[in-house]
């Protein structure tokens, strides 16, 4: 048989039969090392176990909607609605909790409200009916920015580009406090159209 012989940095020498032929090291079977053995078996496979349920949960989440509360639409409180002047175009705002799957999110609408009496509004979207912009209360008239529509306090387009009056929002009011359903419509139509 042909041995090679190498000679190593440390003055060494190795056949290449002594290099390739080597023994593991057997286990032990003792029961104390097997214990240890099954200890970190049954550990890795708990860690690894947590892990993937910790990943699933989100992604199942994801695909089975948690309730139909996103089917229908809900009214949201509007606060300080009694403290509003009767008459009185006024810009207010209000807060929604929106969740999808695990990602919660809070947003803040705002509307226009006219109150008439304790138990009668007109809310009306702060959407012009023509490309969506915000418009503003200037000189008792609801003007957009954008392109010049004007609107009157009753929604009727005086003047401008506006194919509609302003849109109105669904509404009710319990208890002399004022609950609206925000909702958005297709711009530049002039049929009111929800998107």
């Known amino acids: 048989m042909f041995l090679a012989s190498l000679t190593l940095t440390n003055g060494y020498n190795k056949t290449k039969e002594s290099m390739t032929n080597h023994t593991s090291t057997p286990r032990s079977e003792e029961p104390e090392d097997i214990q240890k053995r099954n200890f970190i078996k049954g550990l890795t496979g708990a860690i690894l176990g947590f892990m993937t349920l910790f ?39 209000f807060q929604d909790v929106d969740v999808q799957a695990f990602i919660t999110s809070n947003i803040v609408y705002d509307i226009w409200v006219i109150k008439h009496a304790a138990d009668r509004a007109t809310v009306y979207s702060p959407l012009c009916p023509h490309l969506n912009c915000r418009y503003t209360f200037v000189q008792n008239e609801f003007k957009c920015p954008c392109h010049g529509s004007v609107f009157n306090e009753s929604g009727k387009c005086t003047g401008g580009p506006s194919p509609r009056p302003l849109d109105t929002l669904p509404y009710k009011i319990e208890g002399g406090e004022l609950y609206v359903q925000w909702q958005l419509f297709k711009a530049g139509v002039p049929e009111k159209i929800e998107v």
């Open 55 to 93: 990943l699933t949960i989100p992604f199942v989440s994801y695909l089975i909607p948690s309730s139909n509360e996103g089917t229908e639409k809900k009214f949201i409180k509007v606060p300080n609605f009694p403290g509003l002047p009767i008459g009185a175009p006024t810009k207010m705002t």
